[in-house]
């Protein structure tokens, strides 16, 4: 285990972990074939769907899987976790640790990694989530099930992530990257809502992602118009890093497919106190309800909820602050 992943999630939380519930791998059908995969021992393990735009660490298969650099090409694949009818081993790293453990990551070789990511779904609705900035590949899957454990989400977790270095000192190669990473994202979101198999598609980002998945509906919504938006569900930006500014330019181009946002907000986030003095601007994720109400977006305020100084990810682990992800979702489904 990344002995980062662990320091910062004991620091900013102490979360037991749990096994997620019916996030079982299936087998992979389609016209865009999928190169089966060895899953001897991972049946009923925890599983994640991933996309990424991160360079592989080798082929991708061990720790740390993914680097903090920019990949030539987007890798798409399956990743699996731990759980407690496991090895003592990794049940005694869960309870000290209070976090998630990667057990393994399985890249699909493949020359269209975008319309692969559809078959890799078995059939199930997709949550997609955007990490924020300085978190590592396996910080943000483990963000990701954190989540969908809290909300006891019944569909497929997808992680889409993109080159963050994972260190505090990164945020202008961070927030590059993010917007690097805007044509990857599209093709994936793309794949998703237009194959027939898919159901409707959830999106939840956080921090510095939810620059990056504005500004790819922004993209799609220039592109394909109104023509996809019935076939998005829940779109929760928590702790948004984005410039108010461009934040509302932005949602005149998305237009109605604005309605389905849901902003979570605090006035006690010190990590956007900090992105606001980096970047010079005032940022979405600790703007006032009213002024975003006025932009015909949902507000959650979670100023009041949560613990510790840094108050920036609330969503992961206050359950108050979680059921609003979860109400989002049931209300579009």
Not at 125 to 137: D, I, K, R, S, V
Not at 201 to 210: D, F, Y
Not at 289 to 295: I, N, S, T
């Amino acid at each position: 285990m990344n002995s980062r992943v662990v320091s910062r999630r004991v620091a900013l939380r102490a979360l037991g972990a749990t096994a997620l519930a019916g996030f079982l791998p299936g087998c992979a059908a389609g016209s865009v074939p999928v190169p089966e995969q060895n899953l001897a021992g991972h049946k009923g393990q925890p599983r994640l769907v991933f996309a990424t735009t991160r360079k592989p660490a080798g082929d991708g298969t061990k720790s740390p899987w993914f680097s903090g650099e920019r990949g030539a090409r987007t890798t798409v694949g399956e990743l699996f976790f731990y759980t407690r009818t496991g090895s003592f081993a990794s049940m005694l790293a869960s309870t000290v640790n209070g976090t998630w453990s990667i057990d393994a990551v399985r890249p699909v070789t493949t020359d269209r990694p975008a319309l692969v990511l559809p078959r890799l779904l078995d059939g199930k609705e997709p949550l997609l989530y955007t990490h924020g900035y300085n978190e590592t590949f396996e910080s943000a899957a483990i963000s990701l099930a954190e989540l969908a454990d809290g909300i006891k989400y019944p569909g497929q977790p997808v992680l889409f992530s993109w080159p963050s270095r994972g260190a505090l000192f990164d945020y202008g190669y961070d927030r590059e990257s993010a917007l690097w990473s805007r044509d990857a994202l599209e093709e994936c979101l793309t794949a998703l809502v237009k194959d027939p198999s898919v159901p409707r598609l959830h999106l939840v980002a956080h921090s510095m992602g939810t620059l990056l998945m504005v500004e790819t509906l922004r993209q799609m919504r220039t592109r394909d118009g109104d023509t996809l938006d019935n076939r998005f569900g829940a779109i929760v930006l928590a702790a948004p890093d984005i410039d108010l500014d461009l934040f509302t330019n932005s949602l005149k181009r998305i237009g109605p497919l604005a309605k389905r946002f849901t902003v979570i907000i605090s006035q006690k986030d010190r990590a956007l106190e900090l992105s606001s003095a980096i970047a010079g601007g005032a940022r979405v994720g600790s703007a006032s309800r009213d002024a975003l109400e006025k932009l015909g977006v949902q507000v959650a305020d979670a100023s009041n909820f949560g613990s510790g100084w840094i108050g920036h990810d609330t969503f992961l682990y206050d359950k108050d602050v979680r059921a609003v992800v979860k109400r989002a979702i049931e209300r579009a489904s």
